[in-house]
């Protein structure tokens, strides 16, 4: 079997029983890599030199007995908006376009303590702000099964990747659907952890109180190795918390008997595609059939979810990317006149369009005048829609939706109109305004033969369970495609 045709897991396991050695592993991954960049571009960077230094190094400690873990072994993708040291880390924005940080992201320390190699950085919209990997200072991302679509973003670059063959596993960023709506373009697998449970140390912060790391895979096994790897308490970032259990693989089991999940009747009406519509339910229906208890419910607030979203986001990132003056790290105009001047410019030159209006819809929300209309009344908002999944919660295990109202648009479409690109996430956003978990699973195709994403959310910390269903309904799905390249 080609590594291209394996799981993160099977791979690992492979090359710690002999029948394959890490060495290998690196070569076939640079060489896949190399035969499908030059028509995806879902890599930035690539560690070529790096990858195959430490997979030497990682071959020893497997043969020691050192390494056992999943993941020992395995190459894996790191979106460009979290720090690698020693290693280009730009969000895809030429502000950032010669930062190489002097430390490693926690949750990128855990997976190459693990024996995971890093064999480079993906493509994203520039600091995550953006629904198309478009938005990047350094070209587009394609969606491996039609060029001529976009992947989703932020997380692009990362599911474009594993898609297209090119690595198995990835890391993405979620901050309002950048795991979850890609991995449903790209038809791949695609987590985001409840909030605080992976740590946020390394990642270049876009909206600190909804940013988080999360896997992106080829199944729902590879995903749960991952987070099993990255998940933990960690001191350096104060909102990372501790949990008592962080075995997600032990909830793989075909099981979902006991599982009660509604369907919110809002996520099924006007602007939701037909196609899209009718593999949602089909694959409800599988869940029905294998012992779940399934049910449409009222879930109220969902309208506002958008409009809370944007406001909170950008008013976020509008403090955070302050620090990208010229003056520290980064980039810095070339012909200006005095301190100010050069902020200006240098910021002027620096960002792009997309990354420009949520800064300068950020600071109006911020303003004197506007805070308390806008700001507040959004976290208000925010608190509402939380208490809103808590009472869906008291009722059901967890939630069944879309994970984005269409399958992945052509390329240039949204970027044309960016409200209409806001209201792509309305089926994703709500769950990073509440903390929640959730997970995106490939469950079937358009007409035109592009993937779509069955999205499942769950109450806080309840992983576990969104792993089961998405497991349990992965067995029976079967074996999901990925694109070959004469298709592409």
């Known amino acids: 079997m080609e590594i291209k045709d394996m799981t993160a897991v099977k791979l690992s396991a492979a090359i710690r029983e002999g029948r394959m050695t890490v060495m290998e592993a690196v070569a076939a ?52 908006n979290i720090c690698t040291k020693g290693l280009k880390t730009t969000c895809a924005s030429k502000i950032l376009y010669n930062f190489v940080p002097t430390y490693t992201a926690e949750a990128v320390k855990r997976l190459e303590d693990a024996g995971a190699i890093v064999i480079g950085k993906t493509n994203m919209d520039e600091f995550a702000m953006g629904s198309t990997t478009e938005t990047s ?15 989703g973003g932020s997380s692009g670059g990362s599911c474009a990747a594993v898609a297209a063959g090119e690595v198995l596993c990835a890391l993405g960023s979620d901050t309002g659907g950048s795991i979850r709506q890609p991995s449903s373009f790209c038809g791949v697998t695609g987590m985001k952890p409840t909030y605080g449970t992976v740590s946020r ?24 190795a991952i987070l099993q790897t990255i998940a933990s308490h960690d ?29 919110p009747n809002s996520y099924f009406g006007e602007g939701l595609d037909p196609q899209v519509k009718a593999s949602i339910l ?18 109220d607030l969902v309208e506002y979810a958008i409009p809370a979203y944007y406001v909170i986001a950008s008013a976020e990132a509008s403090s955070n990317l302050e620090r990208f003056d010229g003056v520290k790290y980064g980039y810095r105009a070339s012909e200006y006149e005095g301190l ?48 809103e999944f808590n009472k869906a919660f008291e009722k059901y295990d ?28 309305i089926y994703t956003v709500s769950v990073n305004l509440a ?40 067995q029976a799905r079967g074996t999901y495609p990925l694109p070959k390249k004469e298709e592409a």
């Not at 995806?40 to 195959?52: M, P, S």
Request: glycine share 8%; proline share 6%.
């Open 201 to 224: 140390y390394g990642l270049i912060a876009y909206g600190s109180s909804l940013d988080q790391i999360g896997p992106v895979a080829k199944d729902v096994t590879d995903c749960a």
């Open 29 to 80: 991954t640079i060489d896949a890599i190399r035969s499908r960049e030059k028509e995806i571009h879902a890599f930035l960077f690539i560690d070529e030199e790096g990858a195959c230094h430490r997979a030497e190094e990682v071959q020893k400690k497997i043969d020691s007995g050192e390494l056992v873990g999943p993941l020992a072994g395995v190459p894996i993708a790191i979106k460009d």
């Open 435 to 474: 903390g929640l978990p959730g997970i995106t699973v490939p469950c079937g195709f358009d007409n035109k033969g592009l993937p779509i994403g069955m999205q499942l959310i769950g109450d806080c910390f309840a992983e576990k369970k969104l792993l089961r269903a998405a497991y349990t309904y992965e």
């Open 137 to 151: 200072a350094y070209g587009v991302t394609k969606n491996p099964w039609n060029t001529n679509h976009v992947p």
């Open 340 to 387: 100010h001047d050069m902020y200006k410019k240098s910021r002027s030159e620096g960002f792009g369009p997309e990354v420009k209006r949520r800064i300068m819809l950020g600071s109006f929300v911020l303003s004197s005048g506007y805070y308390d209309a806008y700001y507040l009344k959004a976290l208000r908002t925010k608190a509402l829609i939380k208490q």
């Open 398 to 425: 967890m939630i069944l939706s879309p994970a984005s109202p269409s399958t992945a648009p052509r390329l240039g479409e949204s970027l044309s109109d960016p409200i209409q690109m806001y209201l792509g996430d």
């Open 282 to 299: 089909s694959a409800a229906e599988v869940l029905k059939s294998l012992g779940a208890e399934v049910e449409f419910f009222d879930l």
């Open 235 to 263: 001191p350096k970032d104060a909102t990372s918390m501790e949990r008592e259990d962080y075995d997600f693989l032990s909830a793989l089991k075909e099981d979902v008997s006991d599982l009660k999940i509604g369907i």
